[in-house]
């Protein structure tokens, strides 16, 4: 009776083993491959999942933000840029500064000896005395007072100050030398000026600029115009200093598209700490823009291309994927709109796309063999 009973149990034991060892083979087998269910679906193993580290984002419709990155250049502020010239005919006989000098508004960098001057301060004095010689009502004052202001503004325009007129006036006592002035507060960037040159109307001593708020003029891909604002702020990186970030203003959108490169041109105003940046420099904008509307929005990693299709790998659940072609609107590195193709709330593979759609070439391969 005991041996009938041990042989019952190692029977059993036996038929378990068995059964144990054939369920291990059957889950080895299933991690081997994916298993293809329909065209344009994959089937993966959850060893495979983690395996290619696939993530997956949720398909939305509220607001998003996203960088948006412009290459562009540092360029001069024509706003706050000019041209130092001579305004009367003259012999240089005082040099002050020179190209690469820091000046202030209203100082001197130049001056000059001019004869055409000197008859100006002289045509101003007659004025004034004749003016001073007849009084409100008289039959000459209107005369006299059109002459006064004319020889003034005469003065005014080569430079010199009211300042420096009324003292003339005052006084009778002419200036000498004619000092030219920088217009703002600048930098002297190019240009230069010989001692006892003599120089003509309209000679050019010096380039100023103000480098306090330069320009950057960037590029904007067509299709992300309807992205960009006047207003936006960004953020401007330069190559000498990628570590530092001058705030910029978009101030101006170019009307005008590049015919080769499809780009617009858009104008920052940038705020120059220790005017670091420098004319001509290379220079990266970084925008950070809102996508709003009710359209779908995914991540720019999930959208494949196929020829001239766009897709995403949908997924059904955590091992089981679709190729689903969709429709785009607005694309950015970060983010992408989605037309149609996808509903609210379906999940994309963000991360990982690239092994899926090996997988699902290798897989329509075989089936064709």
Same mark, same amino acid.
């Given at each position: 009776?005991?041996?009938?009973?041990?042989?019952?149990?190692?029977?059993?034991?036996?038929?378990?083993?068995?059964?144990?060892?054939?369920?291990?083979?059957?889950?080895?087998?299933?991690?081997?491959?994916?298993?293809?269910?329909?065209?344009?679906?994959?089937?993966?193993?959850?060893?495979?999942?983690?395996?290619?580290?696939?993530?997956?984002?949720?398909?939305?419709?509220?607001?998003?933000?996203?960088?948006?990155?412009?290459?562009?250049?540092?360029?001069?502020?024509?706003?706050?840029?000019?041209?130092?010239?001579?305004?009367?005919?003259?012999?240089?006989?005082?040099?002050?500064?020179?190209?690469?000098?820091?000046?202030?508004?209203?100082?001197?960098?130049?001056?000059?000896?001019?004869?055409?001057?000197?008859?100006?301060?002289?045509?101003?004095?007659?004025?004034?005395?004749?003016?001073?010689?007849?009084?409100?009502?008289?039959?000459?004052?209107?005369?006299?007072?059109?002459?006064?202001?004319?020889?003034?503004?005469?003065?005014?325009?080569?430079?010199?100050?009211?300042?420096?007129?009324?003292?003339?006036?005052?006084?009778?006592?002419?200036?000498?030398?004619?000092?030219?002035?920088?217009?703002?507060?600048?930098?002297?960037?190019?240009?230069?000026?010989?001692?006892?040159?003599?120089?003509?109307?309209?000679?050019?001593?010096?380039?100023?600029?103000?480098?306090?708020?330069?320009?950057?003029?960037?590029?904007?891909?067509?299709?992300?115009?309807?992205?960009?604002?006047?207003?936006?702020?960004?953020? %401007?990186?330069? $190559?000498?200093?990628?570590? @530092? !970030?001058?705030?910029? *203003?978009? #101030?101006?959108?170019?009307?005008?598209?590049?015919?080769?490169?499809?780009?617009?041109?858009?104008?920052?105003?940038?705020?120059?700490?220790?005017?670091?940046?420098?004319?001509?420099?290379?220079?990266?904008?970084?925008?950070?823009?809102?996508?709003?509307?009710?359209?779908?929005?995914?991540?720019?990693?999930?959208?494949?291309?196929?020829?001239?299709?766009?897709?995403?790998?949908?997924?059904?659940?955590?091992?089981?994927?679709?190729?689903?072609?969709?429709?785009?609107?607005?694309?950015?590195?970060?983010?992408?709109? %989605?037309?149609? $193709?996808?509903?609210?709330? @379906? !999940?994309?593979?963000? *991360?990982? #796309?690239?092994?899926?759609?090996?997988?699902?070439?290798?897989?329509?391969?075989?089936?064709?063999?």
């Amino acid at each position: 009776m005991n041996s009938f009973v041990g042989c019952m149990l190692g029977c059993a034991l036996l038929f378990f083993l068995g059964a144990c060892s054939e369920q291990q083979r059957a889950e080895n087998n299933a991690a081997e491959a994916p298993i293809q269910r329909i065209p344009g679906t994959l089937t993966l193993t959850r060893q495979q999942t983690q395996s290619a580290d696939i993530g997956m984002d949720t398909a939305m419709t509220s607001p998003v933000s996203a960088p948006l990155t412009l290459s562009g250049r540092v360029a001069l502020n024509e706003r706050l840029s000019a041209h130092i010239t001579a305004r009367v005919r003259g012999r240089v006989e005082q040099v002050h500064s020179v190209a690469g000098d820091h000046v202030k508004k209203g100082e001197p960098v130049v001056e000059l000896y001019s004869q055409e001057f000197l008859t100006m301060q002289a045509e101003f004095i007659q004025a004034e005395e004749r003016l001073k010689r007849v009084t409100p009502g008289h039959s000459d004052y209107s005369t006299a007072q059109a002459i006064y202001h004319s020889a003034r503004k005469k003065l005014q325009i080569v430079g010199v100050t009211d300042a420096e007129i009324d003292a003339l006036a005052e006084g009778h006592r002419t200036l000498t030398l004619l000092p030219v002035r920088a217009p703002f507060d600048g930098a002297l960037l190019t240009g230069e000026a010989h001692l006892g040159a003599f120089v003509d109307l309209g000679t050019e001593f010096f380039t100023i600029a103000n480098l306090q708020t330069p320009w950057v003029i960037a590029d904007v891909v067509e299709h992300d115009l309807p992205l960009v604002s006047e207003g936006l702020w960004g953020d %401007v990186i330069a $190559g000498p200093y990628p570590q @530092e !970030r001058f705030k910029g *203003r978009l #101030t101006s959108i170019i009307d005008l598209v590049d015919e080769k490169s499809r780009t617009v041109k858009v104008r920052f105003e940038v705020q120059n700490r220790n005017e670091k940046l420098k004319p001509g420099m290379f220079a990266t904008v970084v925008l950070r823009i809102r996508f709003g509307g009710n359209n779908i929005k995914i991540p720019s990693s999930a959208v494949m291309e196929n020829k001239e299709t766009r897709y995403v790998f949908v997924a059904l659940n955590d091992t089981a994927f679709e190729q689903r072609p969709i429709r785009i609107g607005t694309e950015t590195k970060a983010f992408t709109e %989605v037309v149609s $193709g996808l509903i609210r709330g @379906e !999940r994309v593979v963000s *991360r990982g #796309t690239f092994f899926l759609k090996s997988e699902l070439g290798r897989s329509a391969f075989a089936e064709e063999e």
